[in-house]
C-alpha cells in the first residue's frame, strides 16, 4: 500500500473517531488543552500567534484567540488559495472572519499580512500526531507548503487519545516542536 493511500484511511479512522467524540467530552478536553497552551512561556513570549479556525470537528481554538486578543497579542489567520498557497492575516476580531470557497473561516481583510519574527508560534492543525511531532494532515499540503519557511516554534493541540508511535511521513512532512494534550505538554 503506498503512503498516500495508508494516511487516507488513517484519516478516515481518525475522523470517524473524532466525531464520535461526545460533545461535553470534546468541550472539556478542548478547555484542559487551551489551559494548557496559554501557560507555556512560549505563549508567553509570543507577539504574534498564527492560529488555525477551528471547526467543529477540530480541537477548539476560540478561547486561546480570545486570551491572545486581551492580552494584546498579533493574531493571524491563514486564507488559502487555488494554487495550494496559504498566506496569513491579522485578525482583531472573531467577525473578521467568514466562510471561503474551501469551507472553512478565513480573514475577510487581506491587508495586514504577517510577518515573521523568530519568537512566534504557530499552532498546526492536524487528526492526530505522533511521539515525533509529526502530524496527520488533512492532504491538501497548505501547510506543508508554508511551514518550511516559518522561523518560530511550531505547535500541535491532540487529544492524548489521538497520539500515536508512529505516522507515516513523506519527504515534505515537517515536525511540530510542542505538543500540547489535555493530559501534558510535550516538548520535542
Known amino acids: 500500500m503506498d503512503i498516500r493511500t495508508y494516511k487516507n484511511e ?5 475522523s470517524e ?11 472539556k478536553l478542548d478547555d484542559k488543552i487551551a489551559n494548557r497552551f496559554l501557560n507555556m512561556l512560549s505563549y508567553r513570549y509570543a507577539n504574534q500567534i498564527l492560529f488555525y479556525a477551528s471547526t467543529d470537528a477540530e480541537i477548539s481554538t476560540v478561547s486561546i484567540f480570545e486570551q491572545a486578543l486581551k ?3 498579533a493574531c493571524y489567520f491563514p486564507k488559502c488559495y487555488e494554487n495550494s498557497q496559504m498566506s496569513f492575516y491579522r485578525v482583531n476580531s472573531p467577525d473578521e472572519l467568514v466562510t471561503d470557497a474551501f469551507n472553512i473561516k478565513a480573514p475577510v481583510n487581506e491587508s495586514d499580512i504577517y ?8 499552532i ?3 487528526m492526530a500526531y505522533d511521539v515525533k511531532g509529526f502530524r496527520l494532515g488533512y492532504g491538501k499540503g497548505f501547510y506543508d507548503r508554508f511551514l518550511p519557511d ?11 487519545d489521538f497520539m500515536t508511535d508512529t505516522l507515516p511521513k513523506g519527504r515534505y512532512d515537517i515536525s511540530v516542536d510542542i505538543i500540547v494534550t489535555e493530559k501534558k505538554v510535550i516538548s520535542l
Open 124 to 126: 498546526v492543525p492536524a
Open 17 to 27: 473517531k473524532r466525531n464520535s467524540l461526545p460533545v461535553d467530552e470534546k468541550t
Open 115 to 122: 510577518t515573521p519574527q523568530p519568537s512566534d508560534i504557530i
Open 10 to 14: 488513517l484519516r478516515a479512522m481518525y
Open 150 to 160: 516559518f522561523m518560530g516554534t511550531k505547535i500541535g493541540l491532540c487529544y492524548s
Open 71 to 73: 492580552a494584546g497579542k
